[in-house]
Nanobody, 127 residues
Framework: QLQLVESGGGLVQPGGSLRLSCAAS????????IGWFRQAPGKEREGVSS????????SVLTSVLDRFTISRDKGKNTVYLQMDSLKPEDTAVYYC????????????????????WGQGTQVTVSS
């Protein structure tokens, strides 16, 4: 069973940075597309960024373009989300998720296509 564990969340001032990590165990991530999603209180979950199993293709939500960067380290079986120039509206619980390449051969920000989810990490942007 693939298990995902997020870390790196916390409280940061507007304009600050955080790097979220999504560490996998049980199976190598090589055969999975990875997505980062977030859910703010009272709002629906939204896809933030996704990276293909090869790492060659990424996608990002328009509102975080040029601020968030997704990457993966196959040797560490970990995917990262670097978040810069954070804004209060980025406050949410952030989740990473994995989808088999048979379902997501490239990238996807559609949460229903992902089968494995982490427990989430809280990101709060506030002064």
């Amino acid at each position: 069973q693939l298990q995902l564990v997020e870390s790196g969340g916390g409280l940061v001032q507007p304009g600050g940075s955080l790097r979220l990590s999504c560490a996998a165990s049980g199976f190598p991530l090589d055969d999975y597309a990875i997505g980062w999603f977030r859910q703010a209180p009272g709002k629906e979950r939204e896809g933030v960024s996704s990276i293909s199993s090869s790492g060659d293709t990424t996608s990002v939500l328009t509102s975080v373009l040029d601020r968030f960067t997704i990457s993966r380290d196959k040797g560490k079986n970990t995917v990262y989300l670097q978040m810069d120039s954070l804004k209060p509206e980025d406050t949410a619980v952030y989740y990473c998720a994995a989808a088999s390449v048979t379902v997501v051969p490239g990238v996807s920000l559609v949460g229903d296509q992902y089968d494995y989810w982490g427990q989430g990490t809280q990101v709060t942007v506030s002064s």
